[in-house]
T-cell receptor
Framework: DGGITQSPKYLFRKEGQNVTLSCEQN?????MYWYRQDPGQGLRLIYY???????QKGDIAEGYSVSREKKESFPLTVTSAQKNPTAFYLC?????????????FGPGTRLTVL | AQSVTQPDIHITVSEGASLELRCNYS??????LFWYVQSPGQGLQLLLK??????LVQGIKGFEAEFKRSQSSFNLRKPSVHWSDAAEYFC???????????FGTGTRLQVFP
């Protein structure tokens, strides 16, 4: 059963703690993406990776970090430097074989800072 | 820089009525355009996409969208809405490729029986 999985579905964090969100895909997609979603603001790109061991900052990378050690995995760490981390986080992936390959999304992780 | 505007934050329709959700984009060349749907607490599901060719594209769940270059629009339509269509709808644009998408702020659709 192919797809994108994100875990956990809900995550609670105390202020000052780092937390890591998991994103795994078994679609053999090359590119992976992390978005942040806030009410009324749509989706904003945090980081993206087109190949293993390489990634680029998106529009709102401050306070976040990523790694891409395996093709199927792209974890996102929300650090204590992120001033307002409470949000819904979406991971996506894309085959990237052509210019027009579609991005497909995982089910999301809702992070709440207590 | 490219941008996407969804002018309607919230739309309410009766079940069985027709629907049109508006999307305007800003991009100098031919854009890659997408409509995604999101149910509460879920990820985004692709409804349809436009890259080139026929400007009227058909998608899943009975949705269609029309690309109008002269109006920089890519409005989503459905002739008869079902209660299960209640969700949030996002328009997105890719500038020359689909690697970096710019999303609109979304339109929340409410359907009354």
């Amino acid at each position: 059963d192919g797809g994108i999985t994100q875990s956990p579905k809900y995550l609670f964090r105390k202020e000052g703690q780092n937390v890591t969100l998991s994103c795994e895909q078994n679609l053999n997609h090359d590119a992976m993406y992390w978005y942040r979603q806030d009410p009324g603001q749509g989706l904003r790109l945090i980081y993206y990776s087109q190949i293993v061991n390489d990634f680029q900052k998106g529009d709102i990378a401050e306070g976040y970090s990523v790694s891409r050690e395996k093709k199927e995995s792209f974890p996102l760490t929300v650090t204590s430097a992120q001033k307002n981390p409470t949000a819904f986080y979406l991971c996506a992936s894309r085959l990237a074989g052509t210019l027009t390959d579609t991005q497909y999304f995982g089910p999301g992780t809702r992070l709440t800072v207590l | 820089a490219q941008s996407v505007t969804q002018p309607d934050i919230h739309i309410t329709v009766s079940e069985g009525a027709s629907l049109e959700l508006r999307c305007n984009y800003s991009y100098g060349a031919t854009p890659y355009l997408f409509w995604y749907v999101q149910s509460p607490g879920q990820g985004l599901q692709l409804l349809l996409k436009y890259f080139s060719g026929d400007t009227l594209v058909q998608g899943i769940k009975g949705f269609e969208a029309e690309f109008k270059r002269s109006q920089s629009s890519f409005n989503l339509r459905k002739p008869s809405v079902h209660w299960s269509d209640a969700a949030e709808y996002f328009c997105a644009v890719g500038a020359g490729n689909t690697d970096k998408l710019i999303f609109g702020t979304g339109t929340r659709l409410q359907v009354f029986p």
